[in-house]
């Protein structure tokens, strides 16, 4: 005769399990990465946008993204594209004071880095069947992380900044005469705009923008086609967003080099 044990009713406790993970793998490798880029790429420019200098190089009209554009009196001469609309700026405010804390606010608020920075930098969570150190959360819904919900509208600015990024990279094919003329600064001004364009078109505040509301694509061709481009870039999101912080260190590095005159940059023509 076999009897058969009966399971109690109601619900059951967890199992007490004292680790902070079962996992053996390095799971921590990639959260402490991503960790030590972001913290890079943060303390890099929150360094030279306060610098005040080296941004321009007057003989080739390269400007570096960190300080475009450059509307303020206290520019120099040439660097302002758009003229200067305001007035000499104290030492503590940036002269990229327009555009930085939209571009700023645009990666902040991306769901991508969103995800980067909770897991990386919060620890919330560190990594899938690992314990999250916060014992209280509140999601989104309040300062302040509630302004993560107004990534939608940086997205529209963003697009804006990347439109003069694009027209600094124009600027930069002027020789030291005003003649057509490249370098290989020029090179990277354009790399650099490439994967801006490449991040912010691929956002998904774009896709939903282009497609999302739509009930009939066969009513709406271009803007399918256009939707069906952007969700391919989608695809790449991270990818671009990661690549193009590297091409921001990258193009300011090298313009600030050149107009530090710790190197030359090396024309191709003109």
């Not at 190089?57 to 200067?84: E, I, M």
């Not at 690992?130 to 309040?142: A, C, I």
Request: aromatic content about 18%; some cysteine.
């Amino acid at each position: 005769m076999t009897t058969t044990a009966t399971r109690p009713a109601g619900p059951q406790p967890r199992a007490a399990i004292t680790e902070k993970t079962l996992r053996t793998d390095r799971w921590w490798l990639a959260p402490l990465s991503i960790a030590a880029i972001l913290v890079f790429f943060i303390l890099y420019a929150s360094v030279r946008i306060f610098m005040a200098k080296w941004y321009w190089v007057n003989g080739y009209h390269y400007l570096t993204p960190l300080y475009s554009p450059c509307l303020s009196k206290s520019c120099l001469p040439g660097s302002s594209h758009f003229g200067t609309p305001l007035p000499a700026l104290p030492f503590f405010l940036p002269l990229g004071i327009v555009a930085f804390p939209v571009v700023a606010g645009f990666r902040v608020t991306c769901y991508y880095y969103r995800k980067s920075g909770y897991r990386s930098l919060w620890g919330s969570p560190q990594a899938c069947a690992v314990n999250e150190p916060h014992k209280k959360y509140t999601g989104e819904s309040r300062f302040p992380l509630v302004g993560m919900n107004y990534h939608r509208y940086f997205f529209y600015l963003a697009g804006v900044v990347l439109l003069i990024n694009a027209y600094d990279a124009v600027q930069a094919f002027r020789g030291p005469n005003g003649h057509f003329g490249f370098g290989l600064g020029t090179l990277i001004i354009w790399a650099n705009v490439a994967m801006l364009a490449g991040y912010t078109l691929s956002c998904h505040a774009c896709r939903h923008v282009v497609g999302g509301r739509l009930r009939h694509f066969s009513r709406h061709p271009l803007r399918y086609r256009f939707w069906t481009f952007v969700s391919k870039l989608n695809v790449r999101h991270g990818t671009f967003a990661m690549t193009s912080l590297f091409t921001v260190i990258l193009t300011d590095a090298y313009i600030m080099a050149v107009s530090a005159g710790w190197i030359t940059d090396f024309r191709f023509f003109n």
